[in-house]
């Protein structure tokens, strides 16, 4: 495997989490066809409980990436919005 050089800790988290979600669609769409097999689901569990994490420790340091990961739950404002989002330029 190559050695990734990233520029900052947030390009190498959006990575990990690009990789991570790849893995969930894949083994989604697997499972679309074979429903029994427990060992993907296994896998599909074991990789989405990853990425939620992966997705949650991103939005803690530097947002939200989706809305389902935006937490208004102790705050009042509305937030979404007011940081620039990776393709915006807030990866550098």
Same mark, same amino acid.
């Given at each position: ?49 990853? /990425? ?13 990436? /989706?809305? $389902? *990961?935006?937490? /208004? $739950?102790?705050?009042?404002? &509305?937030? &979404? ?9 807030? *990866?550098?």
């Amino acid at each position: 495997m190559m050695n990734m050089h990233f520029a900052n800790e947030q390009e190498k988290m959006l990575h990990d989490i690009n990789l991570l979600s790849f893995v969930v669609v894949e083994l989604n769409l697997y499972l679309d066809t074979h429903p029994d097999d427990r060992n993907a689901m296994e896998y599909f569990n074991h990789y989405n409980r990853m /990425t939620n994490q992966a997705k949650k420790e991103y939005s803690a340091k530097y947002g939200p990436l /989706t809305i $389902s *990961c935006a937490d /208004t $739950s102790e705050c009042s404002d &509305w937030k &979404w919005a007011l940081s620039p989002m990776p393709w915006e330029g807030g *990866c550098k």
